[in-house]
């Protein structure tokens, strides 16, 4: 059985060629008839990237969609794009502009397929593909038609489900859900949280995981983690029934951070993805700094369910920094399994 398979929360840089570098929403840089071209080629780019580090599990890197969020939204009937709303997000943690939900919301398409069957055919390795989760989707939306975030993420929980049976379908190994929304409202996923990605999971064979972070590092989430004290305890509030769910990987944020990495302890029987890279900072980790973090995971977690990760997302990274980056990951944990003698 492997131990410390490597692979990354989801989104990498974009060519600069391809959408504007070094920010969120990086409107693209390519005419409509070459734009398709383009995201397939970023992709190319994206999972030879990653072998050549040598990361174990790829992904596509999210070349092909503007926003993590919002990537899937384009092709959900009821939600409305040209009347862009700005909102608070986050619990009011930093403003964006939205689109607003103005009827039932219904997939009309397929949104993500072609991506994930032009990534499967282009590597041998294990592939993620990463969707928004409900509770975060509804976080990231105006709503002036269900007046009801729990209904709205159900809603929205079915639409992925069709849409991440056809990854599966399209050669998938691991689908991701992303939950940043997880670490800010905490009653909401006990309440509710858990439920709606059981929802967005269900019949499933492939592996299940939910991606639960403290966001990109850009100023408003820096500025955010300046007020939550010496000890970042969010996910002790979850991870206890997170244990009971039904996904079976959690992935969450560890490099240079206030997270008491004990805490991974809560997570029994499930793999985790521990954060082995800060994805807030330029300067690249030395293979020795990943190690350190992961042997700190060890003690509370076996090897064969340890999976370094990077803390978010490198997307508003430069791209020579954040494929650094990519390579200090594997190289640790080369380190640490020659150390295990494995
Ligand atoms: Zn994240």
Known sequence: MPILETTIAGSLPKPAWLAKPLSLWAPWQLPDDRLDEGKRDATLAALKAQEAAGIDIVTDGEQSRQHFVHGFLVKVDGVDFEHKKRIGIRADRYEADCPTVIGPVRRRASVHREEARFARAHTTRKLKFTLPGPMTIVDTLADEHYRDRVKLAFAFAEA???????????????????????????DHVRDWGIEALHRAAQGLTCKTAVHICY?????????????????????ELTFPHLARSRIDQISLECARSRVPISLIGLLEGKDVLAGAIDVASEIVETPEEVAATIREAL??????RLFPCTNCGMVPLPREVAYGKLKALAAGAALVRRELGR
């Not at 691991?174 to 940043?180: A, K, L």
């Not at 300046?226 to 970042?232: A, D, R």
């Not at 003690?299 to 064969?304: A, F, G, L, N, R």
């Open 160 to 186: 992925l489900n069709e849409e991440a049976r056809e990854l599966e379908a399209a050669g998938v190994d691991v689908i991701q859900f992303d939950e940043p929304a997880f670490n800010v409202y905490m």
């Open 215 to 235: 966001g990109y590092g850009i100023k408003a989430n820096a500025d955010w983690k300046l007020t939550l004290g010496s000890e970042w305890r969010q996910y």
């Open 299 to 304: 003690k509370h977690v076996k090897p064969e």
